[in-house]
């Protein structure tokens, strides 16, 4: 808790603490006795509080999926000046994706990482969006976004009304302010702020970057188990929540940022928006980290589909068909027997979207670099690149256990077709080579003895 008068840079502990749990119905309290007993919204709260309901969800949404938390803050959100399109405008943020503001391409696409700016630039400055499908208007699609920044956000807030942030920090440990409470998210790491809830985002190792997912309509959950059984995968305990935290302080000219159909817009304030003294509810953020998923593997023959490294899923009204994945590669043991255990080559009716936060990936010998990302879209073929299939196949059926390790790999996967924006599409970064990692790749073909020489039809002679 932090009470002063004018504004000032809270320290974050060495240690934070947490609630564990996912989905959970928290209840945090800053100041002892701050929430109230027995009703929520009660004439005259503790303290002299205000209560505010923030609702993830509407308000007849079935109650397993319904998400709503009330919070009991200082002054309530509402108290700030009317908003106004942000000046300079972000022009890099998209959330309704068509013709005039993206591209349609099925060509397999990689960018090698982006450099930090030169140039003082916040999370919110720093982000843009690469590709996405859909609209946040309509509340359906998804925007693929990255950031790269080298200052904290200092006297301002971000949210997004469009949908939930999934950060994946890549380079540079975030300390995250919320309305909730506060965060520390390092790369290897996960951070989940639900769509609404105001953020600030300090950098305590200077330059970071990294990767977010942003999903409309709809919430990140735990993927089904099926046949695994009850235990496996991302547990539930491992999602951290943050304890509720607060400061009262007076901060003249206060700006709170928001993304509302993938414009900012700005609204002044003189106060801190993160005097929430106390919160219950299951809409909050949460992190995760990902060196405790419990990833499952073939243990006889063949390469198992990449769905088994399932962490979140933002579902559809179809069973089994994803909004978004977001999938992992973590180090993990390859045994199979008699078996290609690299990724196979693939065409996929949902589109795929990775990323590299350390070490390298299996299935690309050169060129996929922690910070770079790729696309394969569609319908788009993929899979390992020449030097991995001859080096895979040279080692013939005797491989033995192997234990792939130092690596975290993800992906973004999602039903919809995404559109890429310009800048992407034209960024320096952009490896215009990337189509030749295969094109090395040779017929291995043994059955010329089955091909007519006059017809080239295949009969047996």
Known sequence: MESKSTAAQPAFPAVLDYH???????????????????????????????????SGTSFTSPRKHNQR????????????EPFRPRIPNHVKLVSEFNQSNSAATPTQLRWRPAEIPETPTDFVDGLYTVCGAGSSYLR?????HMYSANISMEDCAFCSADGDFLIV???????????????EVS??????????????????????????????????????LGPIGANGLAASRDFLVPVAWFEDISIPGYT???????????????????????????????????????????????????????????PTDRPGVALLDFVIFPPRWLVAEHTFRPPYYHR?????????????????????????????????????????????????????????????????????MPRV????????????????????????FTGDEYISKDSQDVTKK
Request: aromatic share 12%; hydrophobic share 35%.
């Open 169 to 183: 920090p890549q380079e540079g440990r975030l300390r995250i302010t919320t309305e909730c409470g506060r965060l």
């Open 421 to 444: 924006c310009p800048w992407a599409l034209e960024s320096p970064y952009m490896d215009h080579d990337y189509y030749q990692c295969w094109i090395g790749l040779k017929s291995h």
């Open 20 to 54: 564990s749990g996912f989905g959970n119905d928290f209840s945090s309290e800053a100041i002892p006795g701050a929430l109230p007993r027995g009703q929520n919204n009660p004439l005259v709260c503790p303290y002299g509080l205000y209560a505010e309901q923030i």
């Open 69 to 80: 938390s009330w919070l009991y803050r200082v002054k309530p959100s509402v108290t700030h």
């Open 256 to 314: 709170v940022v928001q993304k509302f159909g993938g414009e900012l817009f700005t609204a002044k304030q003189d106060f801190s928006p993160f005097n929430v003294v106390a919160w219950h509810g299951n809409y909050a953020p949460y992190k995760y980290d990902l060196s405790k998923f419990c990833p499952y593997n073939t243990v006889l023959i063949d390469h198992g589909d990449p769905s088994i490294n399932t962490v979140l899923t933002a």
């Open 348 to 416: 996929n009716c949902m589109s795929e979207f990775m990323g590299l936060i350390y070490g390298g990936y299996e299935a690309k010998a050169d060129g996929f670099l922690p910070g770079g990302a790729s696309l394969h879209s569609c319908m788009t073929p993929h899979g390992p690149d020449t030097k991995t299939y001859e080096a895979t196949i040279a080692l013939g059926n005797e491989a033995g256990p192997k234990r792939i390790s130092d690596t975290m790999a993800f992906m973004f996967e999602s039903c919809l």
């Open 187 to 224: 790369p290897g790491e996960i951070v989940v702020i639900p769509q609404g809830l105001r953020f600030a985002v300090d950098l305590p190792d200077g330059p970071s970057r990294g990767y977010v997912a942003e999903i409309f309509g709809t919430h990140f959950q735990l993927p089904d």
């Open 140 to 144: 359906h699609g998804f925007a693929i």
